[in-house]
């Protein structure tokens, strides 16, 4: 079983009659400690794991595969998504760790996941009081615990654009940051002035001051950096030195997928002998996931420590 063969000490746990899969705490605190981050790759379908897991297992990079509400509910639910990729990890021979994550999770979402046989899951009570936010949080931090799951929580929304109006993302109360943190969670999303999509032009950047007191008021938990799309290399090498573990990345795999696709159609590849079956015309984009990925892991540091 790859967890042997990656050399984790995490004790095997069965999440929901899955047993390929680790939860994520053990990666990211090796991460924290070794000054690199791990990807978070979302992902949407099978060829997009297909594309992901071959990606790390090739460069030897630990993997969070992140699913949001929407791509979960898209891929006919939790259960689904848990199957598939525990039976992926294990017919691809995959030996690097793999977690399979809740990404912005809903309250219910959680409970769902955690029945479904995810390794870990995200709580986003972001936009609840503070009060609320820690009600929720810590009763899902128990209900993670009690089945060896890892949690994340997030403090500060992470912006974005929405309706064509660009939103900054919020920057983290550290004081906030320390009562999350403070429930036990595993890792923490603290809005630094991070957005998800492409970043629009007059982007300020992330704020490291921001990172700095959140980092320090938290007790060295790992962090994690939402809307790692467009971030520029000196700003994530940066992010990590101040105690990022995580890095969150979609939207590009999602653009360069839709480039490579657009490319065989457009050069009529779909027209020439068997070009329209699925298996040929997915291929291009599968292969720029691909790419992809492996850039992000050099970028992260984490290429061989899976
Ligand atoms: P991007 O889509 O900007 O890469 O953000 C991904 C993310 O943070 C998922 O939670």
Same mark, same amino acid.
């Given at each position: ?11 095997p746990? +069965?999440? !929901? ?18 000054h690199?981050?791990v %990807?978070?790759?979302n ?6 794991t ?11 990079? %630990? ?7 929407g791509?979960g ?6 259960k689904? $998504?848990?199957?598939? $990729? *525990?039976?992926m990890? *294990?017919?691809?021979?995959?030996t690097?760790?793999?977690a ?5 999770g ?10 479904? !046989?995810?390794s870990s899951?995200?709580?986003d009570?972001?936009h609840?009081?503070?009060?609320e936010? $820690? ?5 899902? $931090?128990a ?14 929304? =992470?912006?974005?654009?929405?309706d064509? @109006? ?6 983290? *109360? ?5 009562? =999350?943190?403070?429930? !036990?969670i595993d890792?923490l999303a603290?809005? +630094?002035?991070n957005?998800h999509? @492409? ?6 950047g992330l704020?490291?001051e921001?990172l ?8 060295n =938990? %790992? ?16 992010a ?5 573990s ?9 653009l ?5 696709t657009r490319?065989?159609i457009e050069?009529g590849? *779909?027209q020439?002998?068997?070009?329209f ?5 997915l ?14 892991i050099?970028?992260f !540091?984490?290429a061989g420590?899976?």
């Open positions: 079983m790859h967890k042997a063969v990656c050399g984790y000490e995490q004790t746990i +069965i999440f !929901g009659g899955n047993n390929m899969l680790v939860n994520a705490t053990e990666m990211l605190i090796k991460a924290r400690d070794g690199y981050g %990807p978070q790759f992902i949407n379908n099978l060829e997009w297909k594309a992901v897991l071959t990606a790390c297992e090739e460069m030897k990079s %630990p993997v969070i595969l992140g699913v949001s509400e791509a509910k898209y891929m006919t639910g939790f689904t $998504v848990a199957a598939m $990729v *525990d039976a990890v *294990d017919s691809m021979g995959i690097v760790p793999v399979l994550h809740l990404d912005h809903t309250y219910e979402g959680c409970k769902a996941c955690v029945e479904a !046989g995810f899951i995200m709580f009570g972001s609840y009081s503070i009060e936010n $820690v009600e929720k949080t810590k009763e899902l $931090v209900l993670a615990h009690s089945k060896g799951m890892s949690i994340e929580a997030e403090v500060g929304s =992470i912006g974005g654009v929405e064509g @109006v660009v939103g900054n993302g919020e920057i983290a *109360d550290p004081a906030e940051c320390a009562k =999350i943190t403070d429930l !036990g890792f603290a809005g +630094i002035g957005i999509g @492409v970043y629009p032009a007059n982007w300020k704020d490291f921001a700095d007191r959140i980092h320090k008021a938290t007790n =938990i %790992p962090l994690v950096l939402h809307g790692g799309t467009g971030i520029p290399d000196d700003m994530i090498a940066k990590i030195s101040l105690g990022v995580k890095i969150n990345i979609n939207t590009e795999c999602q360069v997928f839709a480039e490579a490319k065989y050069e590849k *779909d020439q002998g068997k070009g079956d699925p298996r040929k015309l291929a291009p984009g599968a292969k720029a996931i691909e790419a992809k990925c492996k850039e992000k050099e970028l !540091g984490c420590k899976g």
